[in-house]
């Protein structure tokens, strides 16, 4: 089983920015079981997370020349822009990093609900009576 610190891949990626021109801008990228760390450029800048219970899937991706360019799709529907280079794979890398945590996390949701429907049948539970 995977740790949540271990790195699962590193390297360079870009990012689209937010702004009016919408620079693409180099980013270390570090990807572990449970986010895509995004590192700027600049040293001792902080890195920004994105977290995979805020992702929804990765879409949009196309191969055009050097560059694989992909959107994650966030949980509030912010779509987030990156290329990288095309032997690279960060976006294979990130989907399926991001469908291990999602099984991961409904094993966990099931694992859990079945204990709470155990601890419910035992014949000392206490249930609500109504009169």
């Known amino acids: 089983m995977k740790t949540p610190g271990e790195v699962l891949r590193e390297g360079e990626?870009?990012?689209r920015s937010d702004s009016?021109?919408?620079v693409w801008k180099k980013k270390r990228g570090v990807?572990?079981?449970d986010r895509l760390s995004l590192f700027p450029a600049g040293p001792g800048a902080r890195p920004k997370e994105l977290r995979f219970h805020?992702?929804?899937k990765v879409d949009c991706v196309e191969?055009?020349?050097k560059y694989v360019y992909f959107t994650i799709v966030t949980t509030d529907?912010?779509?987030i822009d990156f290329r990288c280079?095309?032997?690279s794979c960060w976006n294979a890398a990130i989907t399926l990093a991001l469908i291990d945590f999602q099984n991961r996390r409904a094993l966990e949701d099931f694992h859990s609900r079945q204990?709470?429907?155990a601890t419910a049948e035992q014949p000392g539970a206490r249930t609500a009576r109504v009169p």
Do not use: N
């Open 13 to 15: 990626l870009e990012k």
């Open 20 to 22: 009016l021109f919408q």
């Open 31 to 33: 990807l572990t079981p």
């Open 54 to 56: 805020s992702i929804l």
């Open 63 to 65: 191969r055009t020349g």
């Open 77 to 79: 529907r912010k779509e």
């Open 85 to 87: 280079a095309g032997e």
């Open 115 to 117: 204990q709470r429907e």
